[in-house]
């Protein structure tokens, strides 16, 4: 089988073609309604609206027999440690060797820093007029040196 984090899934089409030409039934799982072909071997999974509602979804049923499909990291890793064979968006596998390292920087929190740390750098810029936004710090109408 194979389970489907289709929220943000860029490759569904695909999926339905290897789904097609293998047999392998497929669960498109979402917290919304998505347009998934009227076939036998689809099924639309809709979730409730809780946050990862439906990463847990397909994590309670990621085993050695299922394959995943998704983008999110952290669903990868809960799934890799189920046994559970899974593909990222471009097709690669996750492995449990290189998504650790990942992993750990989500949970230290180093992309929300990174994040943080880029907008304030960004707003500064713009406060201080080191960076120009026409309409917002330069060239405003109504204020002196604009036209």
Request: net charge negative.
């Amino acid at each position: 089988m194979i389970l489907v984090d289709a929220d943000a899934c860029p490759v569904k089409d695909e999926i339905y073609r290897v789904a097609r030409r293998t047999g392998m039934s497929v669960k498109i799982v979402a917290n919304s309604y998505f347009r998934v072909p009227a076939e036998p071997l689809f099924e639309q999974v809709v979730v409730g609206d809780g946050f990862d509602a439906a990463d847990d979804w397909i994590a309670a049923r990621a085993d050695a027999r299922t394959i995943v499909v998704t983008g999110d990291i952290l669903l990868a890793d809960r799934c890799v440690k189920a046994g559970a064979t899974v593909l990222g968006h471009n097709g690669r596998p996750f492995t449990a060797a290189n998504i650790g390292g990942a992993v750990a920087a989500i949970e230290a929190g180093y992309q929300t820093d990174e994040i943080e740390q880029a907008a304030f750098a960004y707003t500064k810029a713009v406060d201080d007029g080191e960076k120009v936004i026409v309409g917002v710090n330069a060239f405003v109408e109504g204020r002196p040196g604009s036209p």
